[in-house]
């Protein structure tokens, strides 16, 4: 086994478990389900980790219409309403280094490294994470996935309006 | 009627005076925004039900907008129609907007004369010349009145304390309200906490159900209150009191009333 500088991080994080871990990496699959309206938007969704107690939140990605002229696609992020409660509002750099453009029905998966800013000083613990998506013209779900990082383990849940299928999972 | 006399001579002087113990709000069309120069839109009525304009406008001249610095505001737009006032925001600074209908120097006088009611509205100033010098049984009360509501663009900012009258502050910011959860407010007179006032909310929408669902709460010894909120909407918040703090020499009495519009949103 190569020793990496991620493992021993890792290892160091996991503490409070008896095994010690590999560098974890998170894997969120999120699906968004076809709807059909006759105007149909794709939604703004946020992906993001935090702790039952809300002081830790973590960004994991964040979809919305970034490219619009003047910016102008950020006057919606707030429908992402828990999300800009908990983390969007107090950012100076909205988003920075999880924005991505808006997405087509389907399953996306993201994938998070345990480097990835969003990991890499996590302290171990148990949080959730959390799916917001937001329609323009449409409604919003909220789907929440408990996590005790860094322990492997697979979390799902199904949406019954703007998202379908959501999945969380830790692999060592 | 312990409640309605404050709200009658406050709302006499704000709008024209036909407006008898209407319930006076402010009507924000945002509170939560994202995003560069942003507007919002917000409505000025009074009465009978909250948020339904069906008595009259609120008359915008003690208008007050106070940006996140300290700032005053300018409104755009305003405009004064039968039912409604209406004026915009730009919110270009993140933080918090306090915008005020508030008005203090305000007095009320009532009289005889012989068989006949006589009553008067205005600022403090015009009390010599409008009401006679010996007037029969003449009652002048101090007014001391807001009617408020907050917007914020991205991240809250703390509220100034409110030195006069009756006001807001607390441990919740006003602009981040959620259903399910517990605000914690603490309600100020001249900036000390309200003691063992009653606190009246009530939900927008009151015309799409067979009962208003008020919530009736009192602050504490600290001027503490809680409010668990039901559901989102936009909440009315009204509280009122009469004391004998007055700083114009004619009146006996003053009346405090505040209205505070608050918007909740979902989980």
């Known amino acids: 086994m190569k020793l990496s500088l991620k493992t021993t991080l890792a290892c160091a994080l996991a503490g409070a478990y008896t095994a010690p871990l590999h560098a974890a990496s998170l894997a969120v699959e999120v699906e968004i389900p076809r709807i059909q309206v006759a105007e149909y938007h794709r939604p703004y969704v946020a992906v993001w980790l935090q702790s039952a107690d809300r002081k830790t939140v973590r960004d994991i990605a964040v979809w919305y219409d970034y490219k619009m002229p003047q910016e102008e696609g950020k006057k919606w992020l707030k429908d992402l309403r828990q999300w800009w409660r908990m983390s969007g509002r107090s950012q100076d750099q909205l988003a920075d280094g999880v924005t991505g453009a808006t997405q087509a029905a389907g399953k996306h998966t993201i994938q998070v490294a345990a480097t990835h800013p969003a990991l890499a000083d996590l302290p171990a613990g148990d949080y959730e994470v959390i799916v917001e998506a937001s329609r323009e013209k449409g409604g919003r779900e909220v789907l929440r996935l408990p996590l005790a990082w860094p322990q492997a383990a697979t979390a799902d849940a199904q949406g019954e309006s703007e998202l379908g299928r959501v999945q969380a999972s830790v692999t060592p | ?267």
């Open chain 2, 1 to 267: 009627m312990k409640r309605i006399i404050p709200a009658l001579f406050a709302a006499a002087l704000l709008a024209p005076a036909t407006s008898f113990a209407h319930d006076r709000w402010l009507e924000p069309s945002s509170t939560v925004l994202s995003g560069d120069d942003t507007y919002i839109t917000v409505s000025a009525g009074a009465g009978n039900d909250k948020f339904y304009y069906n008595h009259n406008r609120l008359a915008l001249n003690n208008l007050a907008i106070t940006g996140p610095t300290g700032k005053s505001v300018k409104a755009e737009n305003e405009f004064e129609g039968k039912l409604r006032s209406v004026f915009d925001v730009k919110l270009t600074e993140d933080g918090t907007y306090r915008i005020a209908l508030a008005s203090d120097g305000g007095v009320f006088a009532r009289w005889k004369e012989g068989d006949a009611n006589k009553r008067w509205f205005g600022k403090a100033e015009g009390l010599e010349k409008n009401v006679p010098k010996n007037a029969q049984d003449l009652v002048v009360l101090e007014r001391v009145d807001r009617i408020e509501t907050f917007a914020t663009k991205g991240n809250p900012t703390e509220l100034e304390q409110v030195k006069k009258g009756l006001a807001l502050s607390g441990d919740t910011h006003p602009n981040d309200l959620y259903a399910g959860e517990t605000a914690q407010f603490v309600l100020t007179l001249d900036g000390e906490p309200a003691k063992n006032l009653e606190v009246e909310i009530v939900r927008d929408g009151s015309r799409y159900r067979d009962s208003v669902e008020e919530i009736t709460v009192k602050t504490d010894e600290q001027g503490r209150f809680e409010v668990k909120w039901p559901q989102a909407g936009l909440y009315w918040l009204h509280a009122d009191l009469k004391d004998s703090k007055t700083s114009i020499k004619a009146a006996s009495e003053r009346a405090v009333s505040y209205v505070a519009t608050l918007e909740v949103l979902p989980q």
